[in-house]
C-alpha cells in the first residue's frame, strides 16, 4: 500500500531559557500508509501535540525529515501539502469563522478558490456524510459540542483532503457527543478509505484504530494492533494511560479471584465470556 | 451549610429585547456535608445553575437559601460578600484566572481580599502547596512557568485559600488525561472528607457522579428534572434516556450482563471495583447453586 506520511528520526526542542534542553520529540520514526486508521496515544506532555503540529507544519523539526505524500515538508511546499491534509482541532469553539453552518463549510473552500457551483455542492455533499444536512442555516454556536466537531469534520472533507488529521477533536465533548464524532469518522473511513491520524488520550477510541502509537517522554513507546498494545496493559497505566473498561473490569475480576479465558476488549466480548465460563449451565 | 432552591426561574438580560430564559422551576436541596453532583448536557442550565449558588447570579424568580441568606431578585448584592467567602467555585479552566508574579502571590490573593492577614495568608498558601502536591519549590516561581496540571492546582489552591465550606467544581478535570483526572477528583473526595466540606460538582461524566456523589441533580432544558441518591436515580434508565443521558459504565454493564444471565444482581454497582465484586460473589453462587 502506499505511503502517505512518514516521519524519519525526527527530533524537536521548544526554545527555552534553561540550559537544560528537553527534547518534546526526540528520534521518532514511523510510516502511516493509506486508509490506515492510525492513533497516537499518550498523556499530556508526552509529545503527541508537538507531534500534530510536525505533521501540518505549524513547527519544522531540528533534525531529520517530515514527508507527507511522499515529498518532503518545507516552507516551499506547505501550503500544497496543507490543501491535502484536513484538520480538527481539540476546542469547536476556537475554529468556527462563519455565520451558518454552510458559510461555516464553504470558508476554506473559499479560500482555495473553489467556483461556485462546485462549492455550494461540495458543502451540501460534505454536510451529508456527517450527518448535518438540516443543520445547513443554523448559527454554529448554537450547536450541541458533537455538532460542532461534526461541522468542523465537514470542513475538512469539503476540501476532499488525502489525510484527516484530529487533534484531541473529541477531548471536549461529552460522551453523547464523543460517540457521534467517532461514528461519523468510522463510517467515512469504511465507506470512503480516507486515512485518519486521531491524537488523543481517549483508550477507548484508539481500540477502533488498526494501529496505535503509544507516546511517551518524546519517543514511540509502543506500535501495533489495538490487541498488541493493550497486551501490556500494565505499562499503559504505568504511564498515565487509561485501560478501557473492559480490561480494568477484566483485571478487576481476577483479583477478585474469578478464572476469565483470554483478553476482552469490549464489553459484549467480556459479558460472553463471564456468561459461558460461569453462569451458563 | 444547607443550600435550597426553591422554583428558581432565571432570564438572561431580562427586560431587554434578547431576553432568554436559562432556568425554570429548579427546586433542589443541598444538605450540609454532601457531595452532590449536577448533571446534564451543555445548554441544560448547569453553569447558570451554579452561579445562583454564591450570589454571582440572583434568581429572576423564586428564592435561594445559602446558610441564613436568602436571596431572590431584588436583594442588594452589597450583603452578598459574606455567603462568597463561604462559597468557593472553582471555574472550568481556572488556570487561566491566575495573574500574579508568583505562585504564593497568587494563592495569598483571595483570604486577603477577605481581610486575612499576610502573614496567615502566606502560611495558608504553603500549607496548600504541600497538600495538593506541589513541589515546595513552585511557591517563588512564575504560575506561568509551571504544567498545565500545576497551574490548574494552583488555581484550585487559591479558591481554598480563604477556606470556603462549599466548594463548586464546575467540570475540574476538563481536558486533564486520565491520570490527572483521577488525581484532582482522588484529591476533591480526599479535602471533601477531611474538611468536612459540602462539595458540589457540575459534571458530564456519569462515572465521576456514581463514584463520588452521594447526592445528584439532572438539569434538562433549564429545570431540574431527577434528584435523589445514585441508586435511586440509576435505577431509572428509561427516565435518563429521555433526557439524553446514559448509565455509567459499570451499571450499564451490569444491566448487559443481568440480560445475560437473566437474572438481577441484588445491589447497583456505582464503581468498576463494585461490579468486579459483585459478578464475582454471583458466580461464586451459581457454581454452589449447580452442585
Redesign the interface.
Same mark, same amino acid.
Request: charged share 20%; net charge negative.
Given at each position: 500500500m502506499k505511503e502517505i506520511l512518514s516521519l524519519e528520526q525526527v527530533s524537536y526542542s521548544y526554545p527555552t531559557d534553561d540550559d537544560e534542553v528537553v527534547k518534546a520529540i526526540d528520534g521518532v520514526s514511523l510510516s502511516v500508509k493509506d486508509g490506515e486508521w492510525i492513533a497516537i496515544v499518550g +498523556? %499530556?506532555?508526552s509529545g503527541k501535540s508537538t507531534m500534530a503540529k510536525l505533521i501540518i507544519g505549524l513547527l519544522f523539526p531540528q533534525d531529520g525529515v517530515v514527508n507527507v505524500f511522499n515529498e518532503q515538508l518545507t516552507n516551499e511546499n506547505l501550503w500544497d501539502i496543507r490543501s491535502r491534509l484536513g484538520i480538527v482541532f /481539540?476546542n469547536p469553539d476556537n475554529q468556527f469563522v462563519g455565520s451558518t453552518v454552510q458559510d461555516d463549510v464553504a470558508f476554506a473552500l473559499e479560500n482555495n478558490g473553489i467556483p461556485f457551483e462546485e462549492m455550494v455542492k461540495r458543502v451540501h455533499e460534505s454536510l451529508k456524510q456527517v450527518k448535518m444536512s438540516e443543520f445547513l442555516d443554523h448559527e454554529p454556536h448554537h450547536l450541541?459540542?458533537g455538532q460542532k466537531q461534526r461541522v468542523a469534520i465537514a470542513g475538512a472533507l469539503a476540501l476532499r483532503p488525502n489525510l484527516l488529521i484530529m487533534d484531541e477533536a473529541t477531548? *471536549?465533548l @461529552?460522551? /453523547?457527543g464523543r460517540d457521534e464524532v467517532i461514528r461519523i469518522v468510522q463510517e467515512l473511513k469504511q465507506r470512503t478509505g480516507l486515512t485518519v491520524i486521531s491524537i488523543t +488520550?481517549d483508550l477507548e477510541e484508539a481500540l477502533l484504530a488498526d494501529r496505535i502509537f503509544v507516546m511517551n517522554k518524546g519517543k514511540i513507546l509502543q506500535t501495533g494492533t489495538p490487541d498488541e498494545v493493550f497486551k501490556h496493559g500494565e505499562q499503559l497505566e504505568s504511564i498515565? !494511560? @487509561?485501560m478501557p &473498561?473492559a480490561l480494568? #473490569?477484566s483485571e478487576?475480576?481476577r483479583? %477478585?479471584? !474469578?478464572s476469565l479465558e483470554g483478553e476482552h476488549m469490549t464489553?459484549?466480548e467480556? #459479558? %460472553?465470556e463471564?456468561?459461558t465460563s460461569? &453462569?451458563k *449451565? | 451549610m444547607d443550600i435550597s432552591l426553591q422554583n428558581v426561574g432565571y432570564f438572561y438580560s431580562k427586560d431587554t429585547p434578547f431576553e432568554k430564559r436559562a432556568l425554570q422551576g429548579v427546586d433542589a436541596t443541598i444538605h450540609s456535608g454532601s457531595y452532590t453532583a449536577i448533571i446534564g448536557h451543555t445548554g441544560s442550565g448547569k453553569s447558570t445553575l451554579l452561579m445562583h449558588l454564591n450570589g454571582l447570579l440572583k434568581p429572576s424568580e423564586g428564592v435561594v437559601r445559602i446558610g441564613d441568606t436568602t436571596i431572590s431578585a431584588g436583594t442588594k448584592t452589597k450583603g452578598l460578600k459574606d455567603v462568597r467567602r463561604h462559597v468557593g467555585i472553582v471555574f472550568q479552566f481556572p488556570e487561566h484566572q491566575l495573574f500574579e508574579e508568583t505562585v504564593v502571590k497568587d494563592i495569598m490573593f483571595g483570604p486577603m481580599n477577605f481581610g486575612v492577614s499576610e502573614e496567615e495568608a502566606k502560611r495558608r498558601a504553603y500549607e496548600l502547596i504541600t497538600l495538593l502536591g506541589l513541589p515546595e519549590d513552585v511557591a517563588e516561581k512564575s504560575p506561568f512557568d509551571l504544567s498545565g496540571g500545576q497551574m490548574r492546582r494552583v488555581a484550585i489552591a487559591g479558591v481554598l485559600a480563604f477556606k470556603p465550606s462549599v466548594l463548586i467544581l464546575d467540570e475540574p478535570t476538563a481536558g486533564l488525561d486520565p491520570r490527572g483526572r483521577k488525581e484532582i477528583m482522588e484529591l476533591f473526595n480526599h479535602l471533601h472528607k477531611k474538611e468536612d466540606l459540602t462539595t458540589i460538582l457540575v459534571t458530564h461524566s456519569m462515572e465521576d457522579a456514581a463514584r463520588y456523589a452521594d447526592n445528584l441533580i439532572i438539569m434538562s432544558n433549564g429545570t431540574s428534572v431527577m434528584t435523589g441518591t445514585p441508586e435511586e436515580v440509576f435505577a431509572d434508565e428509561e427516565k435518563l434516556a429521555s433526557y439524553r443521558l446514559g448509565l455509567p459504565r459499570s451499571v450499564q454493564f451490569q444491566r448487559d450482563f443481568e440480560k445475560k444471565i437473566g437474572r438481577k444482581l441484588s445491589d447497583i454497582a456505582l464503581t468498576e471495583e463494585q461490579l468486579a465484586e459483585f459478578i464475582a460473589k454471583a458466580a461464586l453462587e451459581e457454581g454452589a447453586d449447580s452442585c
Open positions: +498523556h %499530556n506532555g /481539540q450541541s459540542g477531548s *471536549m @461529552d460522551p /453523547q +488520550h498515565g !494511560l @487509561d &473498561f480494568r #473490569v478487576l475480576l483479583k %477478585n479471584g !474469578l464489553e459484549e467480556l #459479558v %460472553n463471564l456468561w460461569h &453462569f *449451565m | -
